[in-house]
């Protein structure tokens, strides 16, 4: 099947890529992942074609792409298995088309029992907590973006962003790859793509895959 979708993020998940992006027609989230596990794209995976020649997919641009089939996971019920053949390009969208594209859930998946940050996969194992889309596209007025120590834990230091939504704080990892280097700054008025990710130590962290 094919299918053109928007890309909203081609962030990092285990040094290879976490794309998602918004069917052009029904605006449903599609996370184009290699297998039934929701693995990662490789380099070669996320590369499209267009009269210029071989590139790799970046945010805003409508790709058209070839799946194999849907492959939904409990926490990520968007997944979609690509097949071999190359992305296509079909044009791009503007920043102020974004809006046509937001989500306004009421929380980005609060569980009622764990930090903003993160979800109880035992959860979401048991329908307790029904995820029913793993992304959101949402506006922000302010969102603080931070390099938070993890040296208790023999750790690097974590790209983070702090910013309320819908009067709830969160304060989550960043993982796009535009803010592998940055100051510690406020952007004001911006548009983030926010994504459940996969299960780590009994947990899905809540994620910044991309600002705009």
Known sequence: MKKTIVIFANSVKHHQHCVAGKDI??????????????????????????????????????????????????????NYIITNKIWEQKYKIELDEIKNYIDNPDNLWLDGINSSDRVSYHLIQNESLKILQSLYLIQVEKIHIYWKSRSQYNQNPQRRGMFSYKNIEYDLALTDPAFTNFREQDLINKYMCISLGEQLNGYCYKLIASIF
Request: proline share 7%; hydrophobic share 30%.
């Open 25 to 78: 027609l029904t605006k449903k989230w599609i996370r184009p992942v290699a297998d039934e596990n929701g693995t990662e794209l490789k380099d070669e995976q996320t590369k499209y074609k267009n009269p210029h020649g071989q590139f790799l997919a970046k945010p805003l641009q409508k790709m058209e792409i070839e799946f194999l089939k849907q492959a939904s996971l409990a926490h990520q019920p968007d």
